[in-house]
Nanobody, 122 residues
Framework: VQLQASGGGLVQPGGSLILSCAAS????????MGWYRQAPGKQRELVAF???????SYGDSVKGRFTISSDNAKNTVFLQMNSLKPDDTVVYYC?????????????????WGQGTQVTVSS
């Protein structure tokens, strides 16, 4: 299984970006897909996840600003990021789990995508 993420880049404070991530190499629907992020020297932090049933969960630092959605038929997850702040400047990692109900910790993730850099700066 491979996760291909796209959509990172440079945006001004207050701006928006959309990240997307598609899982390939499997005929099975990932039961959980989502995003973590990691700043240099810090632990990987949950951003958001969504289950195949549509349940969502968000990290405290992004609640009310980010929205996660998915297309189960395409094993694809999207992250709409609004009201971006300089503190959101980190590398974002797509994550997927074949079974289970969500991500409690990074160890729950079965598959990781390559990181995509988001930079929020004027």
């Amino acid at each position: 299984v491979q996760l291909q993420a796209s959509g990172g880049g440079l945006v001004q404070p207050g701006g928006s970006l959309i990240l997307s991530c598609a899982a390939s190499g499997t005929a099975f629907t990932m039961n959980v897909m989502g995003w973590y992020r990691q700043a240099p020297g810090k632990q990987r932090e949950l951003v958001a996840f969504i289950t195949s049933g549509g349940s969502t969960s968000y990290g405290d630092s992004v609640k009310g600003r980010f929205t996660i959605s998915s297309d189960n038929a395409k094993n694809t997850v999207f992250l709409q990021m609004n009201s971006l702040k300089p503190d959101d400047t980190v590398v974002y990692y797509c994550a997927a789990r074949r079974y289970g109900l969500g991500f409690v910790r990074p160890e729950d993730v079965d598959y990781w995508g390559q990181g995509t850099q988001v930079t929020v700066s004027s």
